[in-house]
């Protein structure tokens, strides 16, 4: 290869140092592909991509669920936004409980392209968790209970059951993911698409599991999650301006932590569409 992968200190995810992620030649991308299969995270520190280049790159990967948006505490114009009561930092902070991207829409993503502009002195770093290890780690009792069960995923139970509720109708952060869909029901056991290796598909969206009381799913999804999230199946990274992550979604929870809203922190994300093949689900039992 023409770059070089070093593994964190974690059961998934590399640093990738060597590479100009603007001018890839087909050869070291199809390697690189192949390395972001094997870790699920890949970091790439000092790129200083522009939201041009990140799309770009972010195509590569496949179609894309959308090109851009602004996860940031500065508005348009300029302006720090703080408040609890301002619909985009209730998404914000939302964001901080472990999750999968669009498990809550009928086609999961495939992943996502992240990317930092501006960052706090302190906080706001990105965790991941390893869905396919924490599988692998469950005793077998476990394993058997939930390998034919489903829950549904929905991002207005998410974020009302952390009191983030949108008030404005008109909010940009009143559209995607939060409308009047069925919530699509998922297995808590998928057999990841390309890879083969079976994970969890679980997180902050999930919930009411059927054949299950409401306590019993609840407190089953919170189980699942608070084992995934443990050492040595988490690694969380510490931004600097210009660095690039690309993550695969069908097998890492993320999350992001809080920091000072006194100080701006200016990310950018990149969603990859997911193959409806494999990333569909109904909301049928």
């Not at 297995?187 to 409401?214: D, F, M, N, Q, W």
């Amino acid at each position: 290869m023409n770059f070089t992968v070093k593994p964190v200190d974690a059961t998934f995810g590399a640093v990738v140092t060597g590479l100009d992620l603007k001018s890839l030649s087909e050869g070291d991308f199809s390697d690189l592909y192949a390395n972001w299969l094997q870790y699920s995270l890949l970091i790439f520190p000092a790129q200083h991509l522009t939201t041009e280049e990140q799309v770009e790159f972010a195509r590569r990967f496949g179609d894309m669920e959308f090109d851009l948006t602004a996860i940031s505490n500065v508005d348009a114009a300029g302006n720090l936004v703080k408040s609890d009561e301002n619909d985009m930092v209730k998404i914000l902070k939302g964001n901080m409980g472990w999750h999968q991207d669009s498990t809550y829409m009928p086609v999961q993503a495939k992943g996502a392209v992240f990317s930092a502009h501006v960052v706090p002195s302190e906080g706001g770093e990105t965790g991941w968790a390893d869905l396919t290890a924490a599988y692998g780690a469950l005793d077998q009792a476990t394993r058997d209970r939930i390998q034919n069960l489903k829950a549904y995923h929905s991002l207005h139970y998410s974020q009302q059951k952390m009191g983030f509720i949108q008030k404005k109708k008109d909010s940009e952060y009143n559209g995607y993911g939060l409308h009047n869909l069925e919530p699509p029901l998922r297995p808590l056991v998928k057999t990841h698409p390309e890879t083969g290796r079976p994970c969890l598909t679980i997180g902050r969206h999930a919930y009411g599991i059927p054949g299950l009381s409401e306590e019993e799913s609840e407190t089953l999804l919170e189980e699942l999650v608070d084992f995934t999230c443990q050492a040595p199946r988490i690694y969380h990274h510490h931004w600097e301006p210009g660095d690039v992550v690309i993550w695969d979604n069908r097998c890492l929870l993320h999350q992001a932590t809080p920091w000072d809203m006194n100080q701006p922190r200016v990310m950018y994300h990149s969603r990859i569409a997911g193959d409806p093949k494999s990333e569909f689900a109904s909301s049928q039992p």
